[in-house]
C-alpha cells in the first residue's frame, strides 16, 4: 500500500484549514475540496501556502515534507500573502505571519494602494478599521488598476471609491461642525466673561447657530457651503436668500476661497434659488387656476339651481 503523506489543505482566505494524509497529489485535491466544501466538478489549482507555488508534479509532491500546508484555489481566486493590520489587530485567520515580500511583484507592490487593495480581496470588511489616509489612497488609485488587484469589475470598483469619497465627505462634514461648535463655545464663553467684568456694560449673546456676526453667517450655512457635492441643494430658501444677498466679498472670507470658486457657488446658490422660486410661482399659479375653477363650477351650480326653482306664486 503507497505511504500516505500527512500535510494541510486551506482555503485561499485561510479561514478553513484541515489535517489530511493521502498518497498522491491527485488525492489531495480530492479530500481537500471535500473536507473545504468545493464542488468535485470544479477544477482547483494546489499552490504552497507560505509561498504561492504551484505544485503540479507528483514527484514534487512527494519530496515536499510531511506537514506542509497547501492551499487550493478555484479558477478566480488566486494566492495572496497572510499579514498583520495595522493597529495590532491580527488578520482574520488561524495564524498571523509576516509578509516576505520576495514573492510579490515589485511593479505592483510599489503602488501605496496595493497592499491595501489585497486586505480587500481577503476580506472586504476590514475597510471598517482603515484610517482615513487608507481611504484617500484607494479613492486616489487608478480604476481599472485597482479592479484588476481587488478582482472586481471597473464598474463595482467605480462605485466602491465613489462609497469611499462620500464616508470621507461626511466625516470631513463631522469635523468642521465640531471645529464649529468649538469656536461657538469659546465665543459664549468669552462673551460671558466680558458681561461678568466689573464696569462692561450689555452685551448681546449671540445666536446659537452664528459664528461670524460681522458677515452674517451662520454655522449651518458655513458647513454645508464647504460641502463637496452639491452645496446649494442642501440649504434652505432662507439660507439661499442669506448668502445670494451677502454676495461675494462677504462669502470670500468666511469660505477661505479665491473669488473664482466663490463665484462658481454664489451662481449655483442663485440658480438655484430662481428655480425654487419659480416653482412657488408655479405651484401658485395651479392652485390660483384651480380655486377660480371651483369658484366658476359653484356660480354655475347656483344658476341651475335657480333656474330649477319654480317662481314665488307660480301655480
Known amino acids: 500500500m503507497t505511504d500516505r503523506k500527512p500535510c494541510k489543505v486551506c482555503n485561499f482566505t485561510r479561514q478553513k ?4 494524509a493521502v498518497p498522491s497529489l491527485e488525492d489531495l485535491k480530492l479530500k481537500g475540496c471535500e473536507f473545504l466544501g468545493f464542488s468535485p466538478s470544479e477544477p482547483v489549482t494546489v499552490v504552497l501556502e507560505d509561498d504561492g507555488t504551484i505544485v503540479e508534479d507528483q514527484g514534487y509532491f512527494l519530496c515536499l515534507p510531511s506537514n506542509t500546508k497547501f492551499m487550493l484555489l478555484h479558477d478566480k481566486e488566486s494566492w495572496s500573502p497572510l499579514r498583520r493590520m ?15 515580500t520576495d ?23 476590514s475597510i471598517i478599521l482603515m484610517s482615513e489616509a487608507d481611504l484617500q489612497t484607494l479613492v486616489d488609485a487608478p480604476g481599472p ?13 467605480a462605485d466602491l471609491q465613489e462609497t469611499l469619497q462620500r464616508v470621507l465627505d461626511r466625516r470631513e462634514e463631522e469635523r468642521q461642525s465640531k471645529e464649529l461648535l ?4 469659546q465665543t459664549v464663553e468669552k462673551e460671558d466673561g466680558q458681561q461678568e467684568a466689573p464696569g462692561a456694560g450689555d452685551v448681546d449673546v449671540p445666536d446659537a447657530m452664528e459664528v ?12 454645508v457651503l464647504k460641502g463637496k457635492t452639491s452645496p446649494e ?5 432662507e439660507d439661499l436668500q442669506l448668502v445670494v444677498s451677502r454676495g461675494v466679498d462677504s ?3 468666511v469660505l477661505g476661497w479665491d473669488r473664482t470658486r466663490t463665484s462658481a457657488l454664489l451662481q449655483a446658490c442663485e440658480a438655484e434659488l430662481t428655480k425654487r422660486l419659480q416653482q412657488v410661482q408655479a405651484v401658485q399659479s395651479i392652485r390660483s387656476n384651480t380655486q377660480m375653477d371651483s369658484h366658476q363650477q359653484t356660480n354655475e351650480k347656483s344658476a341651475e339651481d335657480s333656474a330649477d326653482t319654480p317662481a314665488e306664486g307660480s301655480n
Open 17 to 20: 484549514s484541515y489535517g489530511l
Open 86 to 100: 495595522d493597529g495590532g489587530t491580527a488578520w482574520m485567520a488561524r495564524d498571523s505571519v509576516l509578509l516576505e
Open 103 to 125: 514573492t510579490v511583484d515589485t511593479s505592483s507592490a510599489a503602488a501605496p494602494w496595493w497592499d491595501l487593495a489585497q486586505q480587500l480581496r481577503q476580506d472586504l470588511t
Open 145 to 157: 488598476e485597482l479592479a484588476s488587484a481587488l478582482n472586481f469589475q471597473e464598474k463595482r470598483t
Open 182 to 185: 468649538q469656536l461657538y463655545l
Open 212 to 223: 461670524d456676526s460681522a458677515s452674517g453667517f451662520m454655522c449651518r450655512t458655513l458647513m
Open 233 to 237: 441643494t442642501r440649504l434652505s430658501t
Open 251 to 253: 462669502m470670500i472670507p
